[in-house]
């Protein structure tokens, strides 16, 4: 027995020493160290050995164990570690190869545009106010001088939800809610940018979505030519310094007078172009006088004060400075048209 345990250790390590798999290593395992392993079949043969030769084979045998099992640990280190390495080398990634391009966003063009308009008029001294684009009939049509009825509502054509509910038409809903807060006891100045809705027909240059900015100065003393005077301001800041702008004669039923305002062409600088249509001028928004009847319904006494109001369209605005043709390329989302207008 003593013999068949010295030949068995002899063969495990020779078979450890030459194996080249973990898998081949497990089954080594098995075989000698296993519950019926060379070693247990051996050692099943212990009753039939005297009561001296048992504590030496015994001994014997636990040594044969031991040294197979370290051998099989020492091999298995050495068969994972270069498992390890060759897994490390196959997976490998060359630092120094040139990464792909980080491709990154930018604000939409109109979003540009609206915040280069905000921060010129909050610089004016103007805030920024925002209001519900639901919106009751009242405050869309009524507290600016558009009683039921009003011949006037039927230029905009207007989405109901209800009688009484509907998608705002224009943001002036938003002065009428501030001068009430106001309850007719201070100056406003402010600007109120959004989102708009009339039931328009699809084509280059309508959408029954847009954008709109209007503005509002109501204090002691406002008059028309402070109305010119910002407007002026504007029209340089967006479109260039050697514009020229016009006031013409107009109606809204919230303002008198109320007025159109034009920008000299800046393709033909005001000679005459297919962009002015032989004109040299461009209707840019409106604006006038805030109707004393709107002022009242606000609380506001027309003796003490006075103001103007005006309105633009960020898309038309967009337009006419970046010479885009199709008010539809705002919202189809083609990357190849938005990203020439990322600011750096």
């Not at 345990?5 to 000698?32: G, P, S």
């Not at 490998?92 to 915040?115: C, N, Q």
């Not at 920024?128 to 905009?156: C, S």
């Not at 600007?191 to 954008?211: E, L, M, W």
Request: glycine share 8%.
């Amino acid at each position: 027995m003593k013999e068949q345990l010295v030949e068995i250790q002899k063969e495990a390590l020779a078979k450890v020493a030459e194996v080249e798999t973990l898998k081949e290593l497990q089954e080594i395992q098995v075989a000698f160290l296993g519950r019926k392993g060379s070693i247990t079949t051996v050692l099943r043969g212990m009753g039939k050995l005297s009561a001296e030769e048992r504590p030496v084979i015994g001994e014997l045998a636990n040594n044969v164990r031991e040294e197979i099992s370290g051998a099989i640990q020492g091999k298995q280190t050495v068969l994972e570690e270069a498992a390890l390495e060759e897994q490390l080398q196959k997976e490998a990634i060359d630092v120094t190869l040139p990464s792909y391009p980080v491709k990154f966003g930018g604000p939409h063009i109109l979003t540009s545009i609206i915040e280069d308009i905000e921060d010129l008029f909050i610089g004016l001294g103007f805030e920024v106010r925002e209001g519900p684009e639901v919106e009751t009939d009242y405050y869309n049509f009524e507290a600016l001088n558009l009683p039921k009825g009003h011949p006037a509502r039927d230029m905009q054509d207007t989405f109901y939800i209800t009688n009484e509910l509907l998608l705002r038409t224009h943001t002036s809903p938003v002065q009428a809610r501030t001068m009430q807060a106001y309850k007719g006891q201070q100056p406003v100045r402010m600007i109120c940018p959004g989102k708009v809705y009339r039931r328009d027909n699809d084509d280059a240059t309508h959408s029954h979505q847009f954008n709109q900015i209007e503005g509002l100065y109501v204090d002691k003393n406002v008059r028309m030519s402070d109305l010119k005077g910002i407007l002026t301001e504007f029209a340089k800041h967006m479109f260039g310094q050697d514009r020229d702008i016009r006031l013409r004669p107009s109606f809204f039923p919230f303002t008198e007078p109320s007025v159109e305002m034009d920008i000299s062409c800046k393709v033909c600088n005001g000679k005459g172009c297919s962009v002015c249509k032989g004109t040299g001028w461009i209707e840019i928004l409106g604006a006038g006088m805030v109707h004393p009847k709107v002022l009242e319904m606000a609380g506001y006494d027309t003796k003490v004060y006075s103001g103007f109001a005006f309105g633009m369209g960020p898309d038309r605005i967009a337009m006419l400075k970046y010479g885009i043709d199709d008010i539809r390329q705002f919202y189809t989302n083609d990357i190849r048209f938005l990203k020439q207008y990322h600011k750096a």
